[in-house]
């Protein structure tokens, strides 16, 4: 006999500015158990020394995390000079230290190195993957990885803040696979000063931000459910097609559907709807929609 879900159907997004200390799959845990949830994730580990936004997904629209997981994300962060540690921040120990301090003059001018198109080798300590294990895993099982460098494109790094001669504060703003702590460790280094990251948050991940979003405490609140946001919050970037009601079910099995009005370029992600009630997301191709993912939200809507 099947295996009965627990939870019960709810459909949305939680946008929460999570405090430090807290793990990405904690907060999920503690909002779905909030909510009754039965089907939950986010879109973006933040390292639980870090805070700021993390968007918790629910019921269909987990089908949507992939557009929140690959936008445009972000941060701001302060770097202290004078030393490198294992981790590229100040969980980690100490490799390598130094005595030269830059000015802001000097932090200036190494800043258009680290924008538009570059290369990025991830942290030793990082999600990234080698020979099917983690390379956190690895790393502190004692390994020394070669990690290749990956493609990465900043569209903003600026210098905010210098407290003092041994740190700096920036903010960034990167595409998919960003590592802020390989970007402080790579500036330390051109900088000749060494660098890690000491504190981190994420400011915005594609359509959202932190204004209105939940607190810590917020995530065992009765009134959670009020917070959520609707599925098609994470496609605010993404083309709208109205679909005729009589033509949904086409939708809702699957099948592609030339839609009425609609003027897309072969191969543009767009979403459909039937009366502002997501149907299904899809790529437009030959004049019709076809669908990657249904959304079925019944009366949990």
């Given at each position: 006999m099947a295996r009965k879900r627990r939870g019960r159907p709810v459909h949305g997004w939680l946008i929460l500015d999570k405090p430090a200390g807290v793990t990405s799959a904690h907060a999920v845990a503690r909002a779905k158990r909030t909510l009754d949830a039965d089907k939950a994730g986010h879109a973006g580990t933040l390292d639980p020394g870090a805070t700021g936004l993390l968007a918790l997904a629910f019921g269909e629209a987990t089908k949507t995390v992939p557009f929140i997981a690959d936008a445009t994300k972000s941060y701001r962060f302060t770097v202290r000079w004078g030393s490198a540690t294992t981790t590229d921040d100040a969980e980690g120990a100490p490799i390598a230290t130094?005595?030269?301090?830059?000015?802001?003059?000097?932090?200036?001018?190494?800043?258009?190195?680290?924008?538009?198109?570059?290369?990025?080798?991830?942290?030793?300590?990082?999600?990234?993957?080698?020979?099917?294990?983690?390379?956190?895993?690895?790393?502190?099982?004692?390994?020394?990885?070669?990690?290749?460098?990956r493609p990465l494109h900043v569209a903003r790094l600026v210098l905010v803040d210098q407290p003092d001669a041994d740190t700096a504060s920036f903010e960034m703003t990167c595409g998919k696979g960003g590592y802020v702590r390989s970007i402080a460790r790579d500036l330390g280094g051109r900088l000749g000063c060494l660098g890690h990251v000491v504190a981190l948050r994420r400011l915005a991940t594609g359509?959202?931000?932190?204004?209105?979003?939940?607190?810590?405490?917020?995530?065992?609140?009765?009134?959670?459910?009020?917070?959520?946001?609707?599925?098609?919050?994470?496609?605010?970037?993404?083309?709208?097609?109205?679909?005729?009601?009589?033509?949904?079910?086409?939708?809702?099995?699957?099948?592609?559907?030339?839609?009425?009005?609609?003027?897309?370029?072969?191969?543009?992600?767009?979403?459909?709807?039937?009366?502002?009630?997501?149907?299904?997301?899809?790529?437009?191709?030959?004049?019709?929609?076809?669908?990657?993912?249904?959304?079925?939200?019944?009366?949990?809507?």
């Open positions: 130094s005595a030269l301090r830059p000015d802001r003059a000097a932090i200036e001018a190494a800043l258009p190195a680290f924008t538009g198109d570059i290369l990025q080798i991830p942290p030793q300590v990082s999600a990234v993957k080698v020979d099917g294990e983690r390379a956190y895993a690895l790393a502190r099982a004692g390994e020394t990885l070669d990690l290749a460098p359509p959202f931000d932190l204004d209105g979003a939940a607190t810590w405490d917020d995530l065992a609140a009765p009134d959670l459910p009020q917070r959520l946001l609707p599925l098609e919050a994470a496609l605010a970037d993404v083309p709208e097609l109205p679909c005729p009601p009589a033509l949904a079910t086409r939708l809702l099995n699957g099948n592609p559907l030339a839609l009425p009005g609609a003027q897309l370029a072969d191969g543009a992600t767009a979403w459909a709807s039937r009366n502002g009630v997501p149907l299904a997301v899809g790529t437009w191709r030959a004049g019709a929609l076809h669908p990657s993912r249904v959304f079925v939200l019944g009366d949990a809507r």
